[in-house]
């Protein structure tokens, strides 16, 4: 019979504990390595464990449980995908239909030349680490809201409502386009926004460390300015506000920065500039640039990758 068939591929009840109220139906669990096969229904990574997907094809929901791993390439996911606390996605050549959504405490999510719907980062409240959400060669249909960690957009990602982040350690946009509204509050050391494009009002307030609009700054290298479709907001920031070889299609408002922001005379800034500024001097501009302050984070992820593809081997092929 065909339900007993189903089952049979161990396929369990979700009367587990830890699984997410949204998978009230049947799972499959993923330990090891699967390959080109069509998953009937909801697919479930057991906490602690490690699932390596090629080709897999899933036509419903994807939860990673506590401190599991889930590496895909070239998979394709009906639904949505949660990670919950210290699991970690790393997404290759991946499509996810749904939702993208790293739970409170969550390690992070590591997405490449995938294409995802809206993504989350919830808080991280009192959980131990710093999760981070990197996104490179990618295309999001959605908005990307994240509460907490490590962000980076970079390499020609693509986003397709607004980016958001309120108390993130950093928020950073590099070579990128987000088609809504950009906003960074309260990041604990800064925002780096270079050769990107926004087409909605950005607006930064509450950061420490600093806001870099472009090159000249002090927080990360930056090879070229972007581009704000609507007037850009900087507010009560600690740390360096520079703004350099940047277009605004709109004015520049700047209040309760402290020190003053150095806006260069390269930027075409249509709308003026209103509120405290100093012209940024020529040693500004020939500032060495800084080191990539993402480089922990990526080493993180590569260890991290290397573990659960190492595990997943061990285990052998996952009985999908």
Sequence with gaps: MKRMAVVAAVVTVTALAGVPAAHAGLVTHCVGTGGAVTVPNDLLVPAGESCTLTGTVI??????????????DGVRIAGDLQILGDGYLDSKGTTVNGS???AAGGYGV??????????????????PGESFLFVEASQ?????????GQVRV???????????????????????????????????TGSVICGSAVRGRST????????????????????SGGYFGREVGISNT???VTVDDSIIDGALNLTGNTPAAQVA????????????HTAAGASAQRRAAPEPRDEAVDERAADRRTDAVKEAVEAGPADL
Excluded: K, W
Aim: with cysteine.
């Design 100 to 102: 993208v959504e790293l």
């Design 265 to 276: 005379a390269n930027n075409r800034i249509r709308g003026g500039v209103n509120g405290p």
């Design 59 to 72: 036509t419903g929901n994807v939860s990673v449980l506590a401190g599991a791993n889930l590496v895909t």
């Design 140 to 148: 999001v249909s959605g908005t990307v809201n994240a509460q907490a």
């Design 154 to 188: 970079d390499r020609g990602s693509e986003i397709s409502e607004s980016l958001s982040t309120t108390n993130t350690h950093y928020t950073d946009l590099h070579d990128s386009f987000v088609d809504g509204a950009l906003s960074v509050l309260n990041s604990s």
């Design 204 to 223: 930064f307030a509450g950061n420490l460390g600093g806001v870099q609009l472009g090159p000249g700054g002090r927080l990360d290298s930056c090879a």
């Design 110 to 127: 590591y997405l490449r030349e995938s294409t995802t719907g809206p993504i989350a980062v919830r808080p991280q409240g009192s959980a």
């Design 238 to 240: 600690t740390g360096m």
